[in-house]
């Protein structure tokens, strides 16, 4: 049997009618950015988050930035975020000038341990950002009560947590702003790149739609040095098909990852944490550790089953960031999630018979 990693066909292929209709209909009105279908998604995409706001931006980097963009956050400023996540969340920071500080994670949940953000904090500290990674969320009242005690920003990065809950609340809400992602492989994805930031503080909904398109509000009167990065209405028709069904969706990635935590039974594999009372886990990533993780890999892969890992170098260790001076060990915690950690399969359409023979494959590996 051959099992990819994600598959996208049965997503699509149920809904391909409505996908050519939104195409067939941007193409009949001309219109291809700025128009009709952006509004139309940025007021369900902000209604389905419980925000004021939603403004379609041109990927999930960008939302991050033109955030920190909008709070003022620049040269000699720091930003907090967690030091296991994607490095789009520190690369948001480090172009707006900022520098971003690591603080380790929790190592079963994966997200920012809010125990160890108050000995990073310093005066020059503007704001964080909580990662909701792998489609669970951060433990946000916590980190928005420290973010309060010192006068900072919260902000969500949203791009794998799409209709995930804290308490019962989506994200996209929890924070001052937040910011997503549409890459095609997200629970919500379009068929390109594409992002939002929401918001339920108008002046940053205003100067965030502002950024995005050049630094304008109005045609050739450009108030702020501003950026292209504008959903365009293709990718804004596609997203207002899929956005009804994300619930749906959502749902049977968790039937998934329930039979994953209840059927795997190896110890030499350990699973991530359960949905519980606070949090709403939407699996974008499911995440299992293994310290024989490229073995388990190598034998998955032999059993025609696609994995992936997220993220196999830790930021600090990455070249892109030798300038802040971090070695081996600076981050422990990080580094054995990123040597550890295996990503299984999990998408809308696994059918029952893959999902059993995934988990009979991990139940029979050995070293």
């Not at 049965?10 to 009709?36: R, W």
Request: glycine fraction near 8%; aromatic fraction near 10%.
């Amino acid at each position: 049997m051959n099992i990819p990693f994600v598959s996208l066909k049965q997503t699509h292929d149920e809904i391909k009618n409505e996908l050519n209709a939104g195409f067939a209909s941007v193409l009949g009105k001309n219109n291809y950015i700025m128009g009709d279908e952006l509004k139309a998604f940025e007021e369900s995409f902000a209604a389905y988050c419980g925000t004021k706001y939603a403004i379609g931006v041109g990927n999930g980097l960008d939302a991050l930035y033109l955030i920190l963009r909008a709070f003022d956050i620049g040269d000699g400023d720091e930003v907090i975020v967690p030091s296991n996540t994607y490095i789009a969340t520190a690369l948001a920071v480090s172009y707006t000038g900022a520098t971003p500080v690591f603080v380790e994670p929790d190592a079963r949940a994966f997200n920012i341990d809010t125990a160890r953000i108050e000995e990073k904090i310093t005066p020059r500290t503007k704001a964080i950002i909580a990662v909701h990674l792998y489609g669970r969320t951060a433990d946000m009242d916590a980190v928005v009560e420290i973010a309060h005690k010192h006068g900072i920003k919260v902000i969500e990065d949203s791009a794998q947590a799409h209709g995930a809950l804290y308490k019962g609340k989506k994200t996209g809400s929890l924070g001052d702003a937040a910011g997503f992602s549409f890459y095609p492989g997200k629970n919500l994805g379009a068929l390109g790149d594409g992002g939002a930031v929401t918001t339920n503080d108008a002046d940053i909904a205003e100067k965030v739609s502002m950024l995005r398109n050049y630094g304008s509000k109005i045609k050739y009167r450009h108030e702020l040095m501003g950026n292209n990065s504008r959903l365009d209405e293709l990718q804004a028709a596609f997203l207002n098909v899929k956005l009804p069904h994300l619930d749906k969706w959502n749902e049977y990635r968790n039937k998934i990852a329930s039979r994953y935590l209840n059927e795997i039974k190896n110890p030499l594999i350990t699973l991530p944490l359960p949905c519980d009372e606070e949090h709403y886990n939407v699996w974008h990533i499911f995440a299992v550790m293994t310290e024989h993780r490229d073995a388990l890999e190598k034998y998955l892969a032999e059993k025609g089953i696609g994995t992936n890992k997220h993220y196999p170098t830790a930021i600090h260790l990455q070249g892109a960031y030798k300038q802040l001076g971090y070695g081996v060990g600076d981050f422990p915690i990080a580094e054995k999630i990123a040597s550890d950690e295996l990503s299984l399969p999990m998408y809308y359409g696994m059918t029952d018979e893959e999902t059993d023979y995934i988990i009979d494959a991990l139940n029979s590996w050995t070293v």
